[in-house]
C-alpha cells in the first residue's frame, strides 16, 4: 500500500462512505481527478454535482467510485482533522496568553496555531502573517466564508511591534485584497493599554469602518494578563477610567457607523463594561450578537434568556425544591446573581448558593469563567455549602470533554466535593432548566474552551 492520500480513520453509519464499504486504513487519492491538498479542498469537491472518488484499500486495490451527490456529506472522517499538519504561529505577541501559561501543563496547551483553515471549521482568529498566496487564492476561489482576523491595530508598524513580526504590517493587505473579492470577515482587537488604545484605536475602528458591508463586525477585547510574566513586554491592566475611555471611543463610531450603515459594526467585550462600572448597552445594540464568542453581549443575552425562559414557566408549578450551588469566575459574579434573584423571584423554593472563584491559578487579574481551572475549584469550594448539586459552565472545560483546564475531571471535583457536578450550556433556558433540577444527563457535545494564540 501506498503512502499516499489521506487515511480514513473512520466511516458514520448509515451514510455514503458506508453504503461504498470504505473502511478504516483505506486512502482517499482524488476527487474528480483532483488531488486532496488539506480539508479546504476535499468540503470543495465533495460539493459537486458528480464525484468520482479514487480509493487505494488496505490491500493496496484501487476502487473508482461514482457517486451521484445531492449534497449530502459522505460521512467520512480523517486521521487527521484538517488532513494536513497544523500550521503554528510565527509571531511573538506582547500579549500572547500562551506565552503567560505556567510550566508543567500538557504539552498541547502551549501549542500556538495561526491557522486560516481553523478560521472556517473553529471560529478561530487568525493574524494573516502565516496566510501564503496560495492560501489566499483558495480562499478567494472556494468563496470560504467567513474568516476571523486577529487585526489589533491597522498601523503597520504599530502590528509589526506588537505581533514581533516584520510582515505583519505587509499582511494587512491580504484584508484589502479579500475586501475586493468580496470575502465576509470579522475583526478582532485585543486592546493593550497605552500601547494600541486612545488614538491608535480610533485609527484601526475607521480603517476597518472602510471594509463595510464585508467587514461584518468587529470586537474589542482586553488584554488577559497572567501571573506569569516574568520576561515578557511590560502590560498594564486596564481599570475603571481606561477601560470607560476605550468604551467611549466605540460607543462614537457605533454611533457615526450605524448612521451610514444600519450596523454599529464595532464592539466591546463585556469585561470592558464591568471594569468601567457601567450598564450593559441595549440589546439591539449587538446587532444580533456576531461577536458573542469573544465576550461581546453574552451577559445582555443571558439576561434576555432567562427573562423569557421564566415567562414561559410563569402558569408552570415547579415541584422541585432544594439547594444548589453555581461557581464561577468573578467577573461574571454581579450578573449571574441578578439572574438568580430573578428565577427565585418564581420559584421561591429554590435555594441557590453562588460562589465567585478567585483565581489563584493564574492571578488575580484574571477573573473570566473559561479559565477557572480545578484546584482552584477544590481548594475555594471545599467546606462550603453545596447542596445537592454544584452547575459549573461549560466553558470551564475542555471541549467535547469532562476536563478542565488543569486536567482536573468531573469526576475529580465529584469526589474532592462530594457533590454530583452538573455541567451547564450557555443560554438562559439551559441555566433555568439546570436550577430546576429539568436537566438531564447528557453525553458531553458541548464546545468548551480552546486555548488559542490571538
Known amino acids: 500500500m501506498s503512502d499516499q492520500g489521506h487515511v480514513i480513520r ?40 458528480q464525484m468520482l472518488m479514487v480509493v487505494e484499500k488496505k490491500d493496496g486495490e484501487l476502487w473508482e467510485l461514482e457517486i ?8 467520512i472522517n480523517f486521521e487527521k482533522g484538517l488532513m494536513s499538519d497544523y500550521k503554528s504561529c510565527s509571531n511573538h505577541c506582547i500579549f500572547c496568553f500562551i506565552d503567560q501559561m505556567p510550566p508543567g501543563m500538557r504539552e498541547t496547551l502551549y501549542f500556538k496555531d495561526d491557522d486560516s483553515r481553523l478560521s472556517f471549521l473553529q471560529g ?47 499582511s494587512l493587505k491580504k484584508i484589502d485584497l479579500l475586501y ?13 493599554r497605552g500601547i494600541n488604545d486612545g488614538e491608535e484605536l480610533d485609527r ?44 467611549r471611543i466605540i460607543e462614537r463610531w457605533q454611533d457615526v457607523i450605524y448612521r451610514e450603515h444600519g450596523t454599529h459594526f464595532i464592539h466591546a467585550s463585556d469585561e470592558f463594561y464591568l471594569l468601567a462600572g457601567r450598564e450593559l448597552p441595549e440589546e439591539e445594540r449587538y446587532d444580533g450578537y456576531p461577536q458573542i464568542e469573544n465576550g461581546v453581549g453574552m451577559l445582555r443575552l443571558l439576561d434576555t434568556e432567562v427573562s423569557e425562559a421564566l415567562e414561559a414557566l410563569k402558569p408552570e408549578k415547579s415541584p422541585c425544591e432544594g439547594t444548589i450551588s453555581i461557581a464561577t469566575g468573578q467577573l461574571a459574579y454581579a450578573s449571574l446573581s441578578r439572574q438568580i434573584d430573578k428565577i427565585h423571584e418564581v420559584f421561591p423554593q429554590i435555594d441557590v448558593h453562588i460562589y465567585p472563584i478567585r483565581n489563584d491559578f493564574f492571578g488575580e487579574m484574571i477573573t473570566v469563567s473559561g479559565l477557572v481551572t480545578g484546584r482552584d475549584l477544590i481548594s475555594q469550594l471545599k467546606g462550603q455549602k453545596l447542596g445537592e448539586r454544584l452547575l459549573l459552565p461549560m466553558n470551564m472545560f475542555r471541549s467535547g470533554e469532562e476536563v ?4 482536573v475531571t468531573r469526576e475529580d471535583l465529584q469526589n474532592a466535593l462530594q457533590v454530583p457536578v452538573t455541567i451547564v450550556k450557555s443560554s438562559g433556558q439551559n441555566l433555568v432548566d439546570a436550577v430546576l433540577f429539568r436537566t438531564p444527563e447528557e453525553p458531553v457535545t458541548y464546545e468548551g474552551y480552546e486555548l488559542k494564540e490571538i
Do not use: W
Not at 511590560?234 to 475611555?245: C, K, V
Not at 478542565?404 to 486536567?407: K, R, V
Open 68 to 75: 451521484e451527490n445531492e449534497y449530502e456529506d459522505p460521512g
Open 10 to 49: 473512520s466511516v458514520d453509519p448509515g451514510s455514503i462512505a458506508e453504503e461504498l464499504e470504505l473502511e478504516p486504513g483505506d486512502r482517499l487519492l482524488t476527487i474528480n481527478g483532483n488531488e486532496i491538498e488539506d480539508i479546504f479542498d476535499y468540503e470543495y469537491y465533495v460539493n459537486s454535482p
Open 180 to 192: 475586493r473579492s468580496g470575502i465576509p470577515m470579522n475583526g478582532q482587537i485585543v486592546l493593550c
Open 404 to 407: 478542565l483546564l488543569d486536567d
Open 124 to 170: 478561530n482568529y487568525v493574524t494573516l502573517t502565516n496566510m501564503s498566496d496560495h492560501d489566499l487564492k483558495r480562499i478567494i476561489d472556494f468563496h470560504l466564508a467567513p474568516i476571523n482576523i486577529s487585526v489589533h491595530t491597522t498601523n503597520p508598524e504599530l502590528r509589526c511591534r506588537m505581533l514581533h513580526n516584520r510582515f505583519a504590517g505587509d
Open 204 to 247: 484601526t475602528i475607521r480603517d476597518l469602518s472602510a471594509y463595510l458591508p464585508y467587514m461584518e463586525s468587529v470586537s474589542v477585547v482586553p488584554v488577559g494578563l497572567t501571573r506569569y510574566r516574568e520576561g515578557l513586554y511590560p502590560l498594564d491592566p486596564f481599570d475603571a477610567p481606561s477601560a470607560a475611555a476605550a468604551i
